[in-house]
């Protein structure tokens, strides 16, 4: 199985910062990475797929980046409701695989 | 608008069998697979299986390999997934989402205890 090693588990920004979040694959995954973002009792929400490309009707401050192994995930300005639980995941084989989550909290 | 309703919350003791569904809508439901992904409480999200909805071969989690059975029947649109000899780990939030992982159910919570 691929593992997706995801940092950092927690985080805390002020409204307005630019947060970046890292995911790298125990191998290469052809870039078919996603980003999700989960709010708490809620369903995941696809954000990014194929590591750069924004979901239709995503706001384009969000942001991804990367290739081979190595991902990481940007908010290019923090807003109030994007405090939720970001996570990746390689859908490159099966099983799919996800990151460890990383849980975003505003300062 | 693609819809994946998933059946409601589940109370089950340690040994039991659950079954949930998982009904799609506003799509061709035999062109895409789908998925079965579980989160227990303050873990990360994990794949439990995968149906290929139009000619219904499936693929398990290792972990799950011998307890999960994922079918699907066509005429209703529905997925199904069966966890048996469920245990208190398996206590979790079952969610179904169609392949792209675009579209996720609402999520069905199984309780597991005594």
């Known amino acids: 199985d691929i593992q997706m090693t995801q940092s950092p588990s927690s985080l805390s920004a002020s409204v307005g910062d630019r947060v970046t979040i890292t995911c790298q694959a125990s191998?290469?995954?052809?870039?078919?990475l996603i980003w999700y973002q989960q709010k708490p009792g809620k369903a995941p929400k696809l954000l990014i797929y194929?590591?750069?490309n924004l979901e239709t009707g995503v706001p384009s401050r969000f942001s991804g980046s990367g290739s081979g192994t190595d991902f990481t995930f940007t908010i290019s300005s923090l807003q109030p409701e994007d405090i939720a639980t970001y996570y990746c995941?390689?859908?490159?084989?099966?099983?799919?695989?996800f990151g460890q989550g990383t849980k975003l909290e505003i300062k | 608008q693609v819809q994946l309703v998933q059946s409601g919350a589940e109370v089950k003791k340690p040994g039991a069998t659950v079954k949930i569904s998982c009904k799609a809508s506003?799509?061709?439901?035999?062109?895409?697979?789908i998925h079965w992904v579980r989160q227990a409480p303050g873990h990360r999200l994990e794949w439990v299986g995968w149906?290929?909805?139009?000619?219904?071969?499936?693929v398990y989690s290792q972990k799950f390999q011998g307890r999960v059975t994922i079918t699907r029947d066509t005429s209703a649109s529905t997925a199904y997934m069966e966890l048996s000899s469920l245990r208190s780990e398996d206590t979790a939030v079952y969610y179904c989402?169609?392949?792209?992982?675009?579209?996720w159910g609402q999520g069905t919570l199984v309780t597991v205890s005594s």
């Open positions: 995941q390689q859908y490159d084989t099966l099983p799919r695989t």
């Open positions: 506003g799509y061709i439901f035999t062109n895409y697979a």
């Open positions: 989402a169609r392949d792209s992982e675009a579209y």
């Open positions: 194929d590591a750069s």
């Open positions: 191998r290469a995954i052809n870039n078919y």
């Open positions: 149906i290929n909805a139009g000619n219904g071969n499936t």
